[in-house]
């Protein structure tokens, strides 16, 4: 049984999904497998994926989603450990092999994420001081933004069972809400080592295509608090960033005219509000 079980999920990254492919092949701990689900792509996807036949395993569904392609691997992934890497982005060459390292001296509890190099367009852009990566217990800061990115964890598959998988009834924050189950309850491990490269500028990343995102980490949060074994102090954190949250969503929706959606997510916040006073 391998050690590592990489999953790419993928939709029409023809041009893109080679170089993701090469640089798990490339990584110098050789201990691990690689599935790539193709989630429905109608571009040259498969094709470009035809040459990799004997060194991955390549499944295919209908178009159903990130959350969907990436719990089909997981669900052929027979690694104790298991790594996302989307497809428009890759590793450099020793991430695996650096994670590997800390989870031979962690329990089965083992979650980790790496530092990372963005490129826009090719161009290196700097992160933000509030972007800024860390380890331990960091529940708070992960309510505020996704601190953790799909393409730079490591997780044991104990850990991953026992929190849940992808929700898939999220098109979009299906990776926040994740994270949130997580630092809820469990320290993350942190390599301050640049071993991703994460490329944006695509138009069809889902940052691009879906708006106002922040209605799926408000969904996100709802559920973490309705986690009875949430402690009481990280449920008042929880309900305070949902409040703060509904009020950017009703400001959006006010400015578009929707005034359904704006009067709902006041009424939400209003509920919220008044079980935290």
Known sequence: MPLVSVIIPTYNRAGVIGRAVRSVLAQSHR???LIVVDDGSTDGTAKALAEFSHEATIL??????????????????????IAFLDSDDEWLP?????????????????????DEIWLRDGKPVRQK??????????FERALERCLISPSAVMLSRALLDRVGWFD???????????????????????VPEPLVVKHGGLP?????TVPAIDRFRIRAIEKI???????AEYRQAARCELIRKCAVVAGGAAKRGN???????????????DLNY
């Open 129 to 138: 001081a509030i972007h800024r990566k860390q380890g331990g217990r960091f």
């Open 60 to 81: 295919r569904q209908p178009n159903r989603g990130v959350s969907s392609a990436r719990n089909l691997g997981i669900s052929h992934a027979k690694g104790e450990l």
């Open 225 to 231: 608090i309705a986690d009875p074994l949430l402690s």
């Open 94 to 114: 020793d991430k695996v092999a650096r994670q590997v390292e800390r989870y031979r001296v962690t329990d089965s509890s083992f979650v980790c994420h790496t």
């Open 204 to 208: 069809n990343q889902l940052s691009m």
């Open 259 to 273: 005034t359904a959606d704006a009067d709902y997510y006041r009424e939400l916040a209003r509920s919220h509000q």
């Open 168 to 190: 898939e009834s999220l098109p979009a924050a299906e990776d926040y809400d994740l994270w949130l189950r997580i630092t809820a309850f469990h320290a993350v491990e942190y």
């Open 31 to 33: 201990d691990l497998e």
